[in-house]
């Protein structure tokens, strides 16, 4: 049974959830969004489809503009039968109607429901070009670069620069020695290597932390702010089963952060190996370090082994999942496709 016309509209519906939805992205089969509706889906009914217009890109989400003329490609997805409501309602959870509106022209798509962005021509990083249209002068071989690596962003969220290209920048940095500085007038020689080695790790954190960010947001967080996105992180049983394998062997410890400017607010993480795990607390010590890092508490230096200790661990925790993830979403795809390929 549909929702009124204001819960509708708040839980942002396209109008008729009797119909197929049309994904050009992360909902993809393969891909990482897939995974969230898979369990609304009929996939003896899923089949190849395309529509004319162009993909741009905007904050790491990928848009539709009617107003090109290439063929996007795309699946149309049916629902089964009493979960369209469910299944529309989950991909409203996860899409910001900041950046999305359902099908605005039904008479072109009637058979169909599409997410359409807004405002195409604001805020968009990169656009989705022909390559016949490129120049051959310097500047736009800087231009084809750029086109390459976003056709690639187009094609599979898995080849995504930021994760990808990130954690390959976080192990060129870990191999860095340490900066000396011999003028230092305020630490002895011991001291001041112990600590630009502190300052390392938390440059290092910090760089993972935008990691963690991203994952959570491409994971299904788009439409939520920082803090229950983490939240809602914690709850991807893919990541918990990470969670619990990379303590597994653990003794029981403590960690707590404290701010600066109000001694008597922490965040704690208490782990004890015979107790059920609190996703929750962990997520969000982590990300709690991140911000603790940013503003003025600034990790104290005695607490420089709990530093360390979380960046590694955080860093093979996101990669894992990350690995992870990706098989199980390719695993789907060829299954999928063999689906259709066999209709």
């Known amino acids: 049974m549909l929702k009124s016309e204001s819960d509708k509209k708040k839980l942002f519906l396209p109008e008729n959830t009797s119909l197929p939805f049309f994904t050009y992205g992360i909902f993809r089969p393969g891909q990482i969004g897939y995974e969230s509706i898979s369990e609304f889906v009929d996939e003896t009914k899923i089949r190849r489809d395309k529509i004319k217009g162009t993909l741009k890109l905007r904050d790491g989400l990928i848009i539709y503009d009617p107003s090109g003329s290439s063929d996007i490609e795309g699946y149309l997805l049916f629902f089964k039968k009493g979960?369209?409501?469910?299944?529309?309602?989950?991909?409203?959870?996860?899409?910001?109607?900041?950046?999305?509106?359902?099908?605005?022209?039904?008479?072109?798509?009637?058979?169909?429901?599409?997410?359409?962005?807004?405002?195409?021509?604001?805020?968009?990083?990169?656009?989705?070009?022909?390559?016949?249209?490129?120049?051959?002068?310097?500047?736009?071989?800087?231009?084809?670069?750029?086109?390459?690596?976003?056709?690639?962003?187009?094609?599979?969220?898995?080849?995504?620069?930021?994760?990808?290209?990130?954690?390959?920048?976080?192990?060129?940095?870990?191999?860095?020695?340490?900066?000396?500085?011999?003028?230092?007038?305020?630490?002895?020689?011991?001291?001041?290597?112990?600590?630009?080695?502190?300052?390392?790790?938390?440059?290092?954190?910090?760089?993972?932390?935008?990691?963690?960010?991203?994952?959570?947001?491409?994971?299904g967080g788009f439409g939520l702010e920082a803090n229950k996105r983490i939240k809602e992180f914690a709850k991807d049983e893919l990541l918990q089963s990470i969670l619990i394998s990379t303590f597994e062997n653990s003794d029981s410890f403590s960690r707590k952060i404290t701010r600066s400017d109000n001694p008597d607010e922490n965040s704690s993480w208490n782990y004890n190996p015979n107790e059920d795990f609190k996703f929750q607390k962990c997520i969000l010590y982590y990300y709690g370090l991140r911000s603790n890092i940013t503003h003025r508490g600034k990790s104290g230096i005695n607490k420089f082994a709990d530093l360390k200790k979380s960046y590694f661990e955080l860093k093979n925790i996101l990669q894992e999942f990350w690995k992870q993830k990706e098989i199980i979403a390719k695993n789907n795809k060829l299954r999928i496709d063999k689906l259709i390929n066999n209709v």
Do not use: C
Request: charged share 35%; aromatic share 18%; proline share 4%.
């Open 83 to 219: 979960f369209e409501q469910a299944a529309y309602e989950r991909i409203a959870k996860m899409e910001p109607d900041k950046f999305y509106t359902w099908t605005p022209n039904p008479i072109r798509y009637r058979d169909k429901n599409i997410l359409y962005g807004k405002k195409n021509d604001q805020g968009i990083d990169e656009i989705q070009t022909s390559k016949s249209n490129l120049k051959n002068d310097l500047d736009d071989k800087k231009d084809d670069f750029e086109d390459k690596v976003w056709d690639e962003y187009f094609d599979s969220i898995w080849k995504d620069p930021f994760i990808i290209n990130g954690f390959k920048s976080l192990e060129y940095f870990e191999k860095l020695p340490e900066f000396t500085s011999h003028n230092s007038n305020q630490f002895k020689w011991e001291e001041e290597s112990k600590f630009n080695e502190f300052l390392k790790y938390q440059m290092l954190f910090l760089f993972l932390s935008t990691i963690l960010e991203r994952i959570s947001f491409l994971n």
